[in-house]
Nanobody, 121 residues
């Protein structure tokens, strides 16, 4: 069993940066992990994913070149570095863990409660 807790969200202006963290209660080294987000009135959408080793990453086109996913298995923590934030990045951001690094939401077994990111114009 893995419990995930996100932190680092907040209110920022367009062009600013934020770093989200996802701390796990159990060992995450055996799991692929991902970041997803959900804006009001919209479905949860894929943001980024990383393999268990951190050797491979994948990003949504909307964040490619601006966001960086990383992990530190020794600290049981995953990160999302977000640069050049835009108002359309406003959403609740969730971290997730599962057997494969995939963009498919239902393939992840464990989810955090989310952290709000609000980007003002």
């Amino acid at each position: 069993q893995v419990q995930l807790v996100e932190s680092g969200g907040g209110l920022v202006q367009a062009g600013d940066s934020l770093r989200l963290s996802c701390a796990a209660s159990g060992r995450i080294s055996r799991y692929a992990m991902g970041w997803f987000r959900q804006a009001p009135g919209k479905d949860r959408e894929f943001v980024a994913t990383i393999t268990w080793s951190g050797g491979s990453t994948s990003y949504a086109d909307s964040v490619k070149g601006r966001f960086t996913i990383s992990r530190d298995n020794a600290k049981n923590t995953m990160y999302l570095e977000m640069n050049s934030l835009k108002p359309e990045d406003t959403a609740v951001y969730y971290c997730a863990a599962g057997p494969r690094a995939t963009i498919v939401t239902r393939m992840y077994d464990y989810w955090g409660q989310g952290t709000q990111v609000t980007v003002s114009s």
